[in-house]
């Protein structure tokens, strides 16, 4: 398994582009199971969860006739198989999100029940939920979920819990189900907006994306689907404290500044100096970094897969900030790695204590999962000498090439087998 190793204690300097955004072109693919044709998508980012997805499509089916420069064409015409393996649904939770589709556009699925993973259980009862309430027959077999569906039927549906692919299921599924579909207390993260969006092109009808209620009628057939993908605001954010962290200057290209707006305000906060302009940010780590609080949230709050990378940050803020994780249940698994590294961090349920230390001292690391592998190496890049972390194949799921991006920063930084 390949190891990361980096020597810390330098500054960030010049230019990063970002890919690709992970968490928008996942629902994407799945959304081009509903439509009989070529489907055109630019911007696709090269990280593992996009492979496997684009796997899962194949064995359902769909052909790709190409893909190459971040640029796929997909064809579904013959994506009439609706069973996805076990061996890889069981790597990646999002293969759930092929389930509305199948079931609204073949009335059949078998997909995997997603294992949980280190952040959480992360069920999927409020996709299941609002898929019966749609006439869909689900049930639960040898670790599969099997499901049927005669048609499916607009609802009136809330969600008890704001669900990022709960949303996004449940609104593909919408789009071809009869008649009107009202979804409440909904997702509004970007993804969720661009989703709605691309099906609307694709000949769906779907407003009130971006709100608390998103209103779906029913359409007979989706054309194939084209578009680009928008820039991963969570990469953005990760290299925005990756300069911080270092006290370097660094220029974040290609980002949308909107999507990253509770970001460039806690940085500010913490006397980060953030510019922004149309399309790109300047963040330059000063010191003193200040210690300052933050509370995850669904977007357009502080996003939970930054809370990792922050933390790292206020390791070496001065004073006290108090971190409150309130989407996941166990998503503090980088603190014992960071504690190791000298962080002074105390944990108290969903609620993480950090009392900001001079610096962090390099040490052998392992990674959990991909937003604290993130973490890991921000603060490893903070801290004098040599740091190893392993288990690096959480990294590549949502970072396009880290370590080449990070050593044209200036990082010493090499992925060895
Ligand atoms: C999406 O996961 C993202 N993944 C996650 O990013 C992100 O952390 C999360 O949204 C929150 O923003 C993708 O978009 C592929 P949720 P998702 O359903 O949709 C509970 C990353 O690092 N819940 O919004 O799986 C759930 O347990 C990944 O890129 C239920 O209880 O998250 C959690 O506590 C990690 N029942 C909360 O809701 C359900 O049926 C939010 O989960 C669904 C969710």
Request: glycine share 8%; proline share 4%; net charge neutral.
């Amino acid at each position: 398994m390949d190891k990361i190793v980096i020597e810390g204690g330098r500054p960030l300097e010049g230019t990063v582009k970002i890919s690709g955004a992970k968490n928008a072109i996942l629902p994407v693919l799945a959304a081009t199971l509903m439509t009989r044709g070529r489907n055109i998508i630019e911007g696709v980012p090269k990280v593992r969860d996009v492979a496997t997805m684009i796997q899962l499509l194949k064995d359902l089916g769909a052909e790709v006739e190409s893909y190459r420069n971040e640029k796929i064409v997909l064809d579904t015409s013959s994506a009439n198989n609706p069973e996805a393996p076990y061996d890889l649904v069981s790597t990646m939770r999002a293969s759930c999100l092929v389930l509305g589709p199948l079931l609204a556009k073949l009335g059949r699925a078998r997909v995997s029940l997603p294992g949980g993973c280190a952040i959480g259980a992360r069920p999927i009862d409020l996709h299941i939920k609002g898929l019966e309430a749609m006439g869909a027959k689900i049930w639960l077999e040898q670790g599969y979920i099997h499901g049927t569906a005669d048609g499916l039927k607009g609802i009136q549906f809330y969600f008890d819990t704001v669900s990022v692919t709960g949303t996004a299921n449940l609104m593909m599924a919408a789009s071809l189900a009869e008649g009107e579909t009202i979804l409440e207390n909904v997702a509004k993260e970007p993804e969720v907006v661009f989703l709605a969006d691309i099906l609307n092109q694709a000949g769906a009808k779907i407003e009130g994306q971006g709100t608390d209620m998103i209103i779906i009628q029913g359409v007979s057939s989706l054309k194939p689907i084209e578009c680009r993908i928008f820039p991963d605001r969570i990469e953005a954010g990760t290299y925005m404290i990756a300069a911080a962290i270092t006290q370097g200057e660094v220029l974040i290209e290609n980002c949308i500044p909107q999507h990253v707006e509770s970001i460039i305000l806690k940085l500010q906060e913490a006397q980060v100096d953030v510019e922004v302009e149309s399309s790109s940010i300047r963040v330059r780590g000063r010191s003193p970094l200040l210690a300052v609080n933050a509370r995850t949230h669904p977007y357009p709050g502080f996003p939970t897969d930054i809370q990792a990378q922050f933390m790292a940050l206020m390791t070496l803020a001065r004073g006290q900030s108090i971190i409150m994780e309130t989407v996941f249940e166990n998503r503090f698994m980088h603190v014992a790695e960071l504690k190791r590294m000298g962080a002074n961090i105390t944990l108290d349920g969903h609620t993480a204590v950090i009392s900001g230390v001079q610096s962090l001292s390099s040490a052998p690391l392992m990674a959990t999962d991909l937003r604290a592998s993130a973490s890991l190496v921000l603060a490893a890049l903070a801290a004098k000498g040599q740091s190893v972390i392993s288990r690096v194949y959480h990294i590549d799921r949502g970072y396009v090439n880290m370590e080449k991006k990070l050593s044209c920063l200036g990082a010493r930084i090499q992925r060895v087998k």
